[in-house]
C-alpha cells in the first residue's frame, strides 16, 4: 500500500491545518499547521472524553516567529468546538502556554485549571491520533468565543 503523502497537501498553500482525529473515546486529538513547506509550526494536543464531558489539553507549541499571531487561540477554540461546556484542565506548564491560557480564559470565560485529574477514559486510553488527518479551514478567532458566549448567556 503507497504510504500516505503529507508534503503533497501543503504544495502551493501558504499554511494548512490538519486535524488528526482520535481513534477511541478519550484519545488524543491533534490539530497542526504547516507552512508551504510542510513544517508544523503550531501544534495542539488535546483529550476530550464526551461521557464524562472533561477535556484535557496536553501539549501546545507555536515556534517563536509565529508567536502572538494568534495561532495558540484559533487552535484552542477549535478544539473547544462542540465541548464548550466540559471541565477542562491542562497539563501545559511552559510560560508561554500559561501565558496563552490567561488570555483565553479573559476572552471566552473558560478555565484551564492545571490541578483536575483527568477522568479513566483518558487516563486508559493509549491509543494514539489518527495516522489519517483531514483538512480544516482556518478556525475563526473572535466568532467560536463570541459563540460560546452568546450559548451560555441564554442559559
Ligand atoms: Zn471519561
Do not use: N
Not at 464524562?52 to 487561540?73: D, H, L, P, S
Amino acid at each position: 500500500m503507497e504510504p500516505f503523502k503529507l508534503t503533497a497537501l501543503f504544495r502551493l498553500r501558504r499554511e494548512s491545518w490538519l486535524y488528526f482525529p482520535t481513534a477511541c473515546e478519550g484519545g488524543m486529538q491533534s490539530l497542526k499547521v504547516f507552512d508551504g513547506k510542510g513544517y508544523d509550526f503550531a501544534v495542539l494536543h488535546w483529550e476530550t472524553c464526551h461521557v464524562c464531558r472533561v477535556g484535557r489539553i496536553a501539549k501546545i507549541r507555536v515556534t517563536r516567529e509565529w508567536q502572538r499571531r494568534g495561532y495558540g487561540t484559533r487552535m484552542m477554540l477549535r478544539a473547544l468546538r462542540g465541548c464548550e461546556t466540559y471541565r477542562r484542565s491542562t497539563t501545559v506548564q511552559s510560560d508561554d502556554g500559561r501565558r496563552l491560557f490567561t488570555a483565553l480564559t479573559a476572552a471566552t470565560g473558560i478555565g484551564f485549571p492545571a490541578d483536575y485529574r483527568a477522568c479513566e477514559h483518558i487516563r486508559t486510553s493509549r491509543k494514539p491520533e489518527s495516522p489519517r488527518p483531514r483538512r480544516e479551514r482556518r478556525p475563526p478567532m473572535v466568532l467560536a468565543a463570541t459563540a460560546y458566549r452568546r450559548r451560555t448567556a441564554t442559559t
